[in-house]
């Protein structure tokens, strides 16, 4: 396990300084500074102002020593204060946190769950009606954007139960019911594009395993059919799906910044689309590294599922 | 079928959601943005501004929804014969939210925190000519100025007292407002929502009517308008035409509306070629049609405007007094020959990242190009706009602009030579002379003759072409009563407010 364990974590920090590195840069090397936009377009602003301002958010410093402070800060666990709040860049993260995974998990369960029993079917009934109709929904899943989706779901809300007042969002602590009231809508569109190519993924691997000769072998062997498809086809078929699901666990943290926009739901799309929008640096730089944190947790733990499902991996 | 099922989903939703009904006396408001802080201060963005002046803070005085300058925290004031020393009279029994009084020594240490340099706020250009402040009693102040300053009195409204003991303190105020106004702050869940509570021991007798107020952060504007289409919110303040239009004879959703101060303009560099001529300056004036811009861009929810708002019936000059509002591609042409130019003169225009703009800045393109001009949008992402319009890195730009209630504080920082934000590098000694001789006379009359010249020069060469005045609408729900939209985007009126059950 170590030997599996051990370059996997020194990978995770490779990953994470060049990834810091690489915003770092990026961020300040993108038109437009932090302190044009703070002091506004339409107020008074003098050049002492605007040197004042910058030496005040060290941004007066070469680049380097602002790294360096930055990183030194970072790893004793400081990732300094929002420069528009004055809070903790921590604190907001984690108050942002929370929404973004729920409705990540939701829609993930939503959609990785539905698609295995979707595949299967499909699989089964190869060619028929059945089969043919779900394959035409998949592709326009597949092809139908989310937020476009949590449109079209808020607009016909609106027309089928105009009375229904479920936009926003409460946290589940506060409201268990009325959390997961509000998260439906917003997880069924995240996860509609995940269903539907996970569906199809589940499909084409399980009719490639019911193809394979340890299938004709079970068969013949006089194995009940439910044995032959969900123990020997389905547990092949769900190694790359596993890979899949860890890939698209990455993509589900981009799709939920926009559905988060349609939906105003506080998470941490909304997080890092303000921290652009009003250059504040040392949030949108420790926001982007915990998203990046969480897709390398996702593909480590991804790893450790390959060891479970397929004993050929094993070390 | 699939709508039968789907019917059977919402109103399993609704069951679970039932119990979230909001109580009948907070008033939902949805708001597209989260404010960037809470210093009434510091804050720039009007998504802050909204929330805390008005109906958290207060100042000496406040602008009614006429736009005239009435008391507030300040009960009277008299002003001596050579305008140099006002005598302010607070108004008694007024407190803190944290319990405080408010007195003489809160108002000074708050000017002297606009003041400071260490704070470094926006509005401290407003009190440049404050020599010296003193408070003879716990309920009297006394200003005294270097010179006149007649739009003194507009500009302290928009400057909050806050509590003494804040002049160093930079922070505090951003997350924990503590004001005179009829709501006091109680929660703010970033990117979530802002909760005012009522202020229970509020100055103005039976005021606030609502128990509180919690704005709603909510971007997407197609979520905005099914919120208040179903109830869940009760007003959408400070919406633009095209999504007024939207909500335009929706049951249960009623509309006001006003003509903004804040306008639409094109911003010409008069120091460099082509726009440092002023006939090239007048040419864009007769090449532009504002009416079909207004049609075009504004949906027609709005007016064609000159340098000042129309909806300060005080000041504006109409535009059918300026000669070269007039549209007339052919006289563009010739004082573009005038000027010794080659036709078509090529320019580029920078375009503020703003729908509305970008829609204005298609239209002016395609005029221009009618009237000898070669016009190039570039379009540009917000901070890279700021910073080319800061640095003068520009030809010609389309944009918007906030207005202000009293002239000098728009024309004086911008036209002046050398003021603040005359980023076109304009000067005109006409001007200046005329901007001084307002600024030092608190003599209405005189006041509104030099303004009326100024905007005379400024409409056809000054370096600012004004487009238009878009009208300004506030959705709420028919049971919301007592709110009064505000040319200057002022919420002050929630105090007003009140929701029948």
Redesign the interface.
């Known amino acids: 396990m170590r030997r599996v364990l051990v370059p996997r974590l020194a990978e995770l920090a490779v990953v994470l300084f060049g990834v810091s590195v690489i915003v770092f840069l990026m961020i300040r090397l993108?038109?437009?500074?932090a302190v044009?936009?703070?002091?506004?377009?339409?107020?008074?602003?003098?050049p002492d102002?605007i040197a004042?301002?910058r030496g005040?958010l060290g941004l007066d410093q070469p680049i380097v020593v602002q790294y360096a402070h930055w990183a030194w800060a970072a790893l004793r666990g400081d990732f300094g204060t929002s420069l528009?709040?004055?809070?903790p860049v921590l604190q907001?993260i984690l108050?942002?946190l929370g929404p973004t995974l729920e409705l990540t998990l939701l829609a993930l369960g939503l959609g990785a769950g539905l698609a295995v029993p979707a595949g299967c079917v499909m699989a089964r009934l190869r060619g028929g009606w059945v089969d043919g109709a779900m394959r035409v929904v998949t592709v326009a899943g597949l092809t139908v954007p989310s937020f476009w989706l949590g449109?079209v779901m808020?607009?016909?809300?609106?027309t089928?139960?105009?009375?229904?007042?479920?936009?926003?969002?409460?946290p589940f602590s506060a409201?268990p019911?009325?959390n997961?009231?509000?998260m439906?809508l917003p997880a069924a569109a995240l996860a509609l594009p995940i269903l539907a190519s996970l569906s199809r993924l589940v499909r084409s691997a399980m009719l490639d395993a019911l193809g394979q000769d340890y299938i004709r072998t079970a068969r013949a062997k006089g194995l009940a059919e439910r044995v032959v498809v969900y123990r020997h086809a389905l547990a092949n078929a769900l190694i790359p799906f596993v890979t899949s699901v860890g890939i698209t666990t990455g993509y589900l943290l981009g799709g939920a910044i926009v559905v988060e926009?349609?939906?105003?739901i506080?998470?941490l799309g909304?997080?890092i689309?303000?921290a652009i929008?009003?250059?504040n640096y040392p949030l949108l730089q420790a926001t982007i590294l915990v998203v990046t944190a969480g897709f390398v947790a996702v593909n480590f733990v991804v790893d450790l599922l390959y060891l479970a499902l397929d004993p050929r991996v094993r070390p | 079928m699939i709508r039968k099922t789907l019917r059977c989903l919402m109103l399993a939703g609704t069951v679970l959601a039932a119990p979230l009904g909001a109580s009948a006396q907070v008033l939902q408001v949805a708001v597209d943005q989260s404010p960037a802080g809470l210093d009434p201060h510091l804050v720039t963005a009007f998504s802050s501004f909204q929330i805390v002046n008005g109906p958290i803070y207060e100042g000496l005085t406040a602008v009614d929804a006429g736009l005239a300058v009435v008391p507030s925290l300040a009960a009277s004031w008299t002003v001596s014969a050579d305008g140099k020393t006002y005598t302010f009279s607070l108004q008694p029994g007024v407190r803190f939210h944290d319990g405080a009084p408010m007195e003489a020594a809160d108002v000074i240490a708050s000017f002297h925190r606009v003041m400071d340099k260490a704070i470094g706020s926006p509005l401290a250009s407003r009190l440049a000519t404050v020599t010296t402040m003193a408070a003879p009693d716990a309920h009297t102040v006394v200003l005294t100025l270097s010179e006149p300053t007649a739009p003194l009195l507009s500009a302290l409204a928009g400057i909050a007292i806050v509590p003494r003991g804040m002049e160093a303190n930079k922070d505090a105020l951003q997350k924990q407002p503590d004001g005179t106004g009829p709501f006091m702050f109680k929660e703010w869940q970033p990117n979530g929502f802002i909760l005012l509570a009522k202020n229970p021991h509020y100055w103005r007798a039976g005021l606030p009517k609502l128990d509180g107020v919690k704005f709603n952060i909510v971007p997407e504007s197609a979520t905005r308008q099914v919120g208040i289409g179903s109830g869940q919110y009760a007003m959408l303040p400070n919406i633009d035409p095209a999504t007024a239009l939207q909500l335009k004879g929706r049951p249960g959703v009623a509309l006001q509306q006003t003509l903004e101060l804040s306008y639409t303009l094109l911003g010409m560099n008069t120091s460099k070629p082509p726009f440092n001529d002023p006939r090239v300056r007048e040419a864009v004036n007769y090449a532009l049609d504002r009416g079909q811009m207004v049609t075009a861009a504004l949906f027609g929810a709005g007016v064609p405007g000159g340098p000042l708002s129309p909806a300060l019936t005080q000041w504006a000059v109409p535009t059918s007094a300026f000669p070269c509002y007039r549209t007339d591609p052919a006289k563009a042409k010739a004082l573009l020959q005038a000027a010794g130019l080659t036709l078509p003169v090529a320019v580029t225009m920078t375009v503020l990242p703003r729908q509305d703009i970008k829609d204005i800045a298609q239209v002016a393109q395609a005029q221009m190009d009618k009237a000898g001009f070669k016009v190039t949008l570039r379009n540009v992402e917000l901070g890279q706009f700021i910073q080319d319009w800061r640095n003068s890195n520009f030809e010609m730009f389309a944009s918007a602009n906030g207005g202000s209630v009293d002239p000098d504080d728009y024309f004086f920082r911008t036209f002046r030579t050398g003021g603040s934000t005359n980023v076109f590098k304009y000067s005109n000694p006409e001007v200046d002379t005329l901007l001084d001789q307002a600024r030092g006379t608190v003599d209405q009359a005189a006041r509104k003759a030099a303004y009326d010249k100024v905007q005379r020069v400024l409409a056809c060469e000054g370096p600012v072409a004004h487009l238009a005045y878009a009208q300004l609408f506030t959705a709420l729900r028919g049971n919301v009563h007592g709110f009064r939209i505000m040319a200057n985007r002022s919420l002050a009126g929630l105090a007003e407010t009140s929701v029948a059950p």
């Open positions: 993108i038109p437009g500074d044009a936009i703070m002091l506004g377009a339409n107020t008074e602003v003098t102002r004042a301002l005040r528009w709040t004055g809070r907001e108050e942002h449109i808020i607009l016909a809300l609106a089928l139960a105009p009375a229904l007042q479920a936009l926003g969002y409460v409201d019911l009325g997961l009231g509000r439906v926009q349609v939906f105003a506080p998470g909304q997080l689309l303000g929008a009003e250059r």
